[in-house]
T-cell receptor, first 114, second 111 residues
Framework: ETGVTQSPTHLIKTRGQQVTLRCSSQ?????VSWYQQALGQGPQFIFQ???????GRGNFPPRFSGLQFPNYSSELNVNALELDDSALYLC?????????????FGPGTRLTVL | GQQVMQIPQYQHVQEGEDFTTYCNSS?????IQWYKQRPGGHPVFLIQ?????EVKKQKRLTFQFGEAKKNSSLHITATQTTDVGTYFC???????????FGEGTQLTVNP
């Protein structure tokens, strides 16, 4: 186990609804990255947070938003859900910002949008 | 933006055969990481390469980083059924801190 936890593990929503996913980073890690992994594809970078501020964003619309708290845990919010949002959402934490610092993934949240 | 391509998409081998997956970036990378994801699981960090031309070994796994820091490979010698999973490379951008993942190579090993 990596020490990175995510909740919930599974979620079913309908189109148009909103969802909040949560990530608890490994102790001492101040950077959290969020990824979307569609079935059969590689993780796609959504955004990352460093010391409570967004630091880098991938090619995702504004209805994907996030937050990082003082304890470095993080949330991913998705508004106006679409069918294509169905995917595994992964968070990964690491110490510091450089990409060469080893990052640890959580088990993911499987989101299904009907 | 940075793109990372990985081939092949799928590879089926008999147990004992070798396996190689290749990763190519559209831009020069600061580092490259390799991950393994078992079916139903999440990516697990295997290794990181930082230096041009670097070669690292982990038992039956050999990782290489190209001289131009734009490509990389993972080679598994004498595959075992425990090697089953999808192998991803992830490139670190030189001007930022994000990682861009390839699409992965799904390895199946027939006993």
């Amino acid at each position: 186990e990596t020490g990175v936890t995510q909740s919930p593990t599974h979620l079913i929503k309908t189109r148009g609804q909103q969802v909040t996913l949560r990530c608890s980073s490994q102790s001492g890690h101040n950077t959290v990255s969020w990824y979307q992994q569609a079935l059969g594809q590689g993780p796609q970078f959504i955004f990352q947070y460093y010391r409570e501020e967004e630091n880098g964003r991938g090619n995702f619309p504004p209805r994907f938003s996030g937050l990082q708290f003082p304890n470095y845990s993080s949330e991913l919010n998705v508004n106006a859900l679409e069918l294509d949002d169905s995917a595994l959402y992964l968070c990964a934490s690491r110490q510091g910002l450089p990409s060469y610092n080893e990052q640890f993934f959580g088990p993911g949240t499987r989101l299904t949008v009907l | 933006g940075q793109q990372v391509m990985q081939i092949p998409q799928y590879q089926h081998v008999q147990e004992g055969e070798d396996f190689t997956t290749y990763c190519n970036s559209s831009t020069t990378l600061s580092n490259i990481q390799w991950y393994k994801q078992r079916p139903g699981g999440h990516p697990v960090f295997l290794i990181q390469l930082v230096k041009s031309g670097e070669v690292k070994k982990q038992k039956r796994l050999t990782f290489q980083f190209g001289e131009a820091k734009k490509n990389s490979s993972l080679h598994i010698t004498a595959t075992q059924t425990t090697d089953v999973g999808t192998y991803f490379c992830a490139g670190g951008e030189t001007s930022g801190s994000r990682l861009t993942f390839g699409e992965g190579t799904q390895l199946t090993v027939n006993p």
